[in-house]
């Protein structure tokens, strides 16, 4: 089971903070690479926590936060 903080710290550093955005499959293949059983569903549900609570924000076009 991955660890629920660790993996939205990652994430939450994964995001550049010049404010430029990245897509999702990016942000999910880097944090593959940091959580190797990281699931889809276990990505999409810290990242739609962090979108709620107005943290992060959705980007314009396919994919991008």
Same mark, same amino acid.
């Given at each position: ?29 880097? @944090? ?17 926590? @962090? ?15």
């Amino acid at each position: 089971m991955i660890d629920q903080e660790a993996l939205r710290a990652a994430l939450l550093a994964a995001v550049p903070s010049d404010g430029a955005s990245i897509g999702n499959q990016a942000l999910f293949d880097h @944090l593959k690479g940091q959580f190797p059983d990281l699931t889809d569903e276990a990505f999409q549900h810290i990242r739609e926590q @962090l979108i709620s609570e107005a943290v992060l924000a959705k980007g314009r076009g396919r994919g991008a936060l």
